[in-house]
């Protein structure tokens, strides 16, 4: 049987919410439509953060109204139960939100320790169920924090048991700032698998350091069947310093095709909507676009 993979798009929110220069809300708009052209089910679209704290997502009501109903599956990030609230009145189908490893991450991102952090998604996590949508929970710098380094697996798989008590629809592990290698990726996950066997698990990783694609290899590769990516490896935290942007969804969705694996996702359409992002941002890190798709006479 052909193995499946879940791709979500995250360049309109963690793609975009790095860059200095302000993307108009029509070409966040164009950016999530030529995603789903090339494939793209389920795009994480906005984050209902202040506007004072990430500018760039100060339109998110806006981009989320300017999206077609039923075209994809759309995600809005909420970091508190105010961004919850602003997220539930929107069309958004699901909310993240997002508990930390470290309390010097998570009070430079979001103004708590990383207890009441893990406390905080809980409330979230119920309230948007009690509301009838979805709810997901993302743990960040699970393989390191900038400011307190190495973060041992046994604090993520205690934050993923707590968490899971809420009941999200999935609990996404995150390399924040891209300090994670395959061997520890593979590490990670077989934990989990064993603390967790009923959830299901997303891994979402920066290529900081290059290791991106290793390392979404080597959770294909322990069993997680979704994958985070971004355009053109467009992304970044403008929390975490020297963050950079994460795997590019046109380079991982190569790779993944060339292993007979399903993504659902055209590589020639992924790498044209690459091309397209570069010439919105300039020039993106993301190298399918630029070396073309092999071999392109049969490329789907």
């Known amino acids: 049987m052909v193995r499946s993979i879940e791709i979500v798009e995250v360049g309109a929110r963690d793609g975009l919410q ?3 220069q302000i993307v108009e809300t029509k070409d966040k708009i164009e950016l999530i439509m030529r995603a789903i052209g090339a494939g793209a089910k389920k795009l994480e679209v906005a984050s ?17 109204e300017g999206l ?10 909420a970091l508190n139960m105010r961004g919850a609230q ?3 009145e929107t069309k958004v189908d699901e909310i993240g939100c997002v508990a930390i490893t470290t309390d010097s991450f998570a009070t430079r991102n979001q103004g708590q320790t990383s207890d009441e952090s893990v ?21 960040s710098t699970s393989w390191g924090c900038p400011f307190e380094g190495e973060v041992e697996p046994e604090r993520v798989v205690e934050m993923a048991t707590s968490l899971a008590e809420a009941g999200p629809v999935q609990i996404a592990i995150a390399d ?3 300090v994670a290698d395959p061997w520890r990726v593979k590490d990670m996950f077989e934990r989990l698998r064993d603390a967790l066997p009923q959830v299901s698990f997303r891994a979402h990783f920066h290529n900081t350091r290059n290791t991106g ?4 290899f080597a959770a294909v590769q322990a069993g997680v069947d979704t994958l985070d990516a971004s355009l053109g490896g467009l992304g970044g935290c403008p ?7 994460n795997i590019p969804t046109e380079d991982l969705i190569y790779m993944l095709n060339r292993g007979g694996i399903e993504t659902g996702w055209s590589a020639k359409g992924v790498a044209e909507a690459a091309a397209w992002v570069d010439t919105l941002i300039g020039d993106t890190p993301g190298m399918l676009a630029k070396a073309g798709v092999f071999p392109d006479i049969v490329a789907a």
Do not use: S
């Open 48 to 64: 209902f953060v202040h506007p004072k704290r990430v500018p760039q997502m100060a339109d998110a009501e806006a981009v989320v």
């Open 86 to 88: 602003r997220a539930l």
């Open 68 to 77: 077609p109903d039923g075209a994809a599956e759309y995600v809005g990030l």
């Open 18 to 20: 790095n860059e200095a």
């Open 119 to 139: 406390d905080e998604c809980k409330r979230i996590i119920r309230f948007v169920h009690e509301q009838g949508r979805r709810a997901n929970v993302t743990i």
């Open 239 to 245: 929390f975490a310093p020297n963050a950079t942007g």
């Open 176 to 178: 924040t700032i891209g």
């Open 213 to 216: 694609i290793a390392n979404a």
